[in-house]
């Protein structure tokens, strides 16, 4: 399995999809349309950060985790409960 894309790449390719309609917007004057993309950015960074922690916990290696490894089960349902805020 080919490791994880770099938790920052991931988070400028949000960032820069975002810039482009926010530029887009600002360019037609478009100041309910900046204030929704700025919103819904603020909101997908987030539940982005919280998914690659998820990610992170469960590529953690058992050695470090003191043997046990990570809890997919426990992953899993905590996704499923940030699925449900969106």
Not at 16 to 38: F, P
Not at 61 to 81: C, F, K, V
């Amino acid at each position: 399995m080919p490791p994880p894309r770099p938790r920052q790449k991931i988070l400028d390719n949000l960032e820069s999809i975002y810039r482009e309609a926010y530029d887009r917007a600002s360019a037609a004057g478009d100041q309910v349309r900046m204030a929704d993309l700025d919103a819904a950015y603020q909101r997908e960074q987030l539940l982005l950060e919280v998914l690659l922690d998820v990610r992170d916990a469960l590529t953690v290696p058992a050695a470090t985790s003191g043997g046990a490894g990570a809890d997919p089960m426990s992953a899993l349902e905590t996704i499923h409960r940030i699925a449900k805020l969106r």
